[in-house]
């Protein structure tokens, strides 16, 4: 179909376009593995296979916003497909050969429908981008924005839908001319139709367009190549890898080697794990992780995606020297985020939940507040306190160890420690919140109750139990960490508990996930999962269930975290016949507020309180009593209740309470 002059010009054309796009694909290589070494190369088959299935079936993108995800779903699966379509029609224009007839039916009709399906799925997305401009593509007011992204963005999502109308239009356009000249084809249908635009064309005529759509079909690919690494296109390329590699648990954070580094934390982009990076290559800019954001939900400077949106264009504009090895120009606090969007994170994961590219905006925000207090010593005045108080006492609060067990004193019966029962079947974790906060003791006291109506063998470690330090770790202080956990390991290592249950989603999360990498491996139960274990198996006996409904939070570090979903909805199931879920639960559950250390400091400047956005959606379900499976999601929603007047404020138990109650009757 080509002339010799039109095959000479695309043959160079596609030398420069791929050397130039393969130059800067190797800087994006070479920006990547700038970064710190993270171990996530285990498993590669299955992690690699796992990706491809979520790649393949879009599942990761169906998370939220079906309709658009259904018109984003109809672009890929055309682009997949497009690739054997491209060296097709390449090799017709080639070769003396027509992909019709016979074995080229399916081919042909399946190329038809998926061509119309991608102009389809284009087009609605570039209304929806360019014209409606949802709230969604939209950063608030305090959020900190790197120059040139706002327009950077527009210009981007401009010469990418650009580039796939022009390519997926004249490819269509080129097979509608090819069947004006050969006559239609029942294997494609849409082609054949628009055929008869070229009706009362001269055949020559036909042909030149023929051609002249062939390379805006084709020749547009070669125009594009060059750009692509610097576009958001990339993902294509970037989004599998980063599924595949992305850590198990995101929530897990790495520990440090304080003898051998000598910085801590990222100042700067090249300060950043590798994976940080490649997120920054991965990010649609699609801002399902802001709208998912409870701090930027309530007006505060934090936009997970304008952190990673921020770093990516900061990275063109230096890639050609970041990538041969020169150091970044200027800090991250200066481009990517600022200190009020750094502390106002409360490490809920929802951001790294939502995301259909495996991104993980939490753990930038987290290296940055490592860097803060390591290196710099600076942080929110109220962690002071939290830091001093686990520094000398072994609890954030600051409190005498000696008052470690004041929770027990008024229980009818004796809470045995482990130097009393050393041979205990459940070590009871009673965590700092329980041992210290005046509401949440009554959660230890009910599961103490609950341990003893159900014979269960159990003791606590007393005064010798510390803080796990999860605020310490997500406030940035790894060393007050390390030590806490080292120092607790050191205790239950020689005690050598057979389980441990908690009542507490953070230090759940803590002895379960991250101290194995002290060389604590112990089996860990929340107090939801064992309750529900007492209630199925019959030792522990159900009240009556009440007619009142009860709607259930669901914490974040026992949810999104850990994937503890149904066992306190279980407890709260055989305690109550109504069951209301609010309209963010589970896996979309709204934070409370406390985590990221939060619950410790001054919450930053904002349109409301989280915790007060959540307890307005938990009383929205009509519900009575807010049943909570975590002392600080209890302390932050009681707080919130006792705003109002109590004839009209939620009751909020934790589920041990309400489990509790049908040994008092």
């Known amino acids: 179909m080509l002339t010799?002059?039109?095959k000479i010009s695309f043959l160079l054309l596609a030398v420069f376009s791929l050397s130039y796009a393969g130059i800067g694909f190797y800087r994006v290589y070479k920006a990547i593995v700038r970064g710190r070494p993270d171990s996530r190369f285990d498993h590669l088959l299955q992690r690699f296979s796992r990706a491809l299935w979520i790649v393949l079936t879009q599942q990761s993108v169906f998370k939220k916003r079906p309709i658009i995800s259904l018109l984003h779903a109809l672009v890929f699966y055309g682009f997949v497909y497009y690739?054997?379509?491209?060296?097709?029609?390449?090799?017709?224009?080639?070769?003396?050969?027509?992909a019709r007839g016979g074995i080229w039916h399916p081919f042909n009709l399946l190329a038809d429908l998926l061509t119309a399906g991608v102009l389809v799925g284009i087009l609605g997305l570039a209304i929806r981008r360019f014209l409606v401009r949802p709230k969604d593509f939209h950063f608030g007011p305090s959020v900190p924005l790197r120059e040139g992204v706002t327009s950077g963005i527009l210009r981007d999502s401009s010469i990418v839908a650009g580039f796939i109308l022009l390519h997926v239009g004249s490819?269509?356009?080129?097979?509608?001319?090819?069947?004006?000249?050969?006559?239609?084809?029942a294997y494609q249908p849409i082609g054949s139709t628009l055929a008869g635009i070229f009706i009362l064309m001269e055949p020559a005529t036909v042909e030149v367009l023929r051609h002249v759509f062939w390379w805006g079909a084709l020749g547009s690919i070669l125009v594009f190549i060059p750009y692509f690494p610097r576009s958001k296109h990339i993902h294509i390329f970037m989004a599998p890898v980063n599924l595949a590699l992305r850590k198990e648990k995101a929530g897990v954070m790495e520990p440090m080697d304080f003898e051998k580094e000598e910085s801590f934390g990222a100042a700067k982009l090249e300060d950043f794990a590798w994976p940080r990076l490649l997120d920054a290559y991965s990010c649609i800019m699609c801002n399902r992780c802001q709208e998912a954001c409870p701090a930027y939900a309530t007006g505060k400077a934090l936009s997970p995606a304008a952190i990673v949106i921020n770093e990516r264009y900061e990275l063109n504009r230096i890639l050609p020297g970041?990538?041969?090895?020169?150091?970044?120009?200027?800090?991250?606090?200066?481009?990517a985020l600022n200190e009020e969007a750094a502390w106002a994170c409360t490490t809920c994961n929802a951001c790294v939940e939502v995301c259909p590219v495996g991104n993980e905006p939490m753990l930038h925000i987290l290296?940055?507040?490592?860097?803060?207090?390591?290196?710099?010593?600076?942080?929110?005045?109220?962690l002071k306190k939290a830091f001093t108080g686990m520094e000398g006492e072994g609890n954030p609060f600051g409190i005498s160890p000696d008052d470690r067990l004041a929770w027990a004193e008024k229980l009818p019966f004796a809470v045995p420690t482990t130097e009393q029962n050393p041979k205990a079947e459940v070590l009871y974790w009673v965590g700092c919140a329980a041992s210290y906060d005046s509401r949440a003791q009554k959660i230890a006291q009910s599961l103490a109750e609950i341990f003893t109506a159900a014979g269960v063998n159990w003791a606590v470690l007393g005064r010798q139990e510390k803080c796990t330090g999860d605020?310490?770790?997500?406030?940035?202080?790894?060393?007050?960490?390390?030590?806490?956990?080292?120092?607790?390991?050191?205790?239950?290592?020689?005690?050598?508990?057979?389980?441990?249950?908690?009542?507490?989603?953070?230090?759940?999360?803590t002895l379960k996930n991250e101290y194995p990498q002290f060389g604590g491996h112990y089996q860990v139960k929340h107090h939801s999962e064992f309750i529900n274990e007492l209630l199925q198996s019959g030792k522990l006996r159900a009240p009556e269930r009440s007619d009142g409904a009860v709607t259930f939070h669901d914490p974040c570090y026992l949810g999104r975290h850990n994937g503890v979903y149904d066992p306190p909805r279980e407890v709260v199931k055989a305690m109550a016949s109504n069951l209301k879920e609010p309209a963010n639960s589970r896996n979309n559950s709204f934070c409370c507020g406390a985590g990221g250390a939060q619950f410790w400091k001054e919450e930053e400047r904002g349109s409301e309180r989280v915790s007060t956005r959540r307890y307005r959606e938990l009383k929205e379900t009509g519900a009575k009593i807010l049943a909570t499976a975590c002392p600080f999601c209890m302390r932050m929603l009681s707080d919130e209740a006792a705003k109002e007047e109590p004839e009209t404020a939620l009751e909020v138990l934790d589920i041990a309470e309400l489990a509790a109650k049908g040994l008092h009757k």
């Open 322 to 335: 970041f990538s041969a090895g020169e150091n970044s120009p200027r800090p991250l606090l200066e481009f």
């Open 367 to 382: 290296d940055v507040r490592r860097e803060r207090v390591l290196m710099q010593a600076e942080f929110p005045g109220g």
């Open 83 to 98: 690739g054997l379509v491209n060296i097709v029609d390449a090799w017709e224009g080639f070769f003396p050969f027509r």
């Open 4 to 6: 010799l002059i039109e």
């Open 171 to 185: 490819r269509l356009l080129s097979k509608a001319a090819e069947l004006a000249l050969e006559g239609a084809d």
């Open 471 to 509: 605020a310490a770790r997500r406030a940035g202080n790894e060393y007050l960490f390390s030590q806490l956990a080292t120092e607790n390991v050191e205790s239950l290592n020689a005690l050598n508990p057979k389980l441990i249950v908690t009542t507490c989603p953070h230090c759940f999360h």
